[in-house]
C-alpha cells in the first residue's frame, strides 16, 4: 500500500498499519511489512512482532553501524570509556 504525497514520513503509521494488522490477524498466511528508514522506531517493530509478521526496514548506515557495534561512535572510532 502506498500513502499519498511525494515527501518521506512514517508520522501517521498507525492509521494505515492497524487497521491492515486487524484485518489480517486471523489469516493463516505468511505476513511480512517492508519499509525505509522512517519505520525503524521502537513502537512499530514490537507491534509487528507481537503479531508475528516478518519484516525488512533499510536502516541508514550509520544508525546501522550502531545497532552492531555499540561500543563504536557515529564516526566508527571506539568511543572514550
Do not use: H, T
Request: glycine share 6%; no cysteine; hydrophobic share 35%.
Amino acid at each position: 500500500m502506498l500513502r499519498r504525497g511525494s515527501r518521506p514520513s512514517a508520522k501517521y503509521w498507525r492509521r494505515v498499519l492497524v487497521p491492515m494488522i486487524e484485518r489480517y490477524r486471523d489469516l493463516d498466511i505468511p505476513k511480512f511489512f517492508r519499509g525505509d528508514a522512517a519505520f525503524a522506531g521502537p513502537k512499530l517493530l514490537r507491534l509487528l512482532e507481537r503479531e508475528q509478521f516478518r519484516y525488512a526496514i533499510r536502516i541508514k548506515a550509520n544508525a546501522w553501524r550502531r545497532i552492531r557495534d555499540p561500543d563504536r561512535g557515529p564516526s566508527g572510532k571506539d568511543r572514550l570509556r
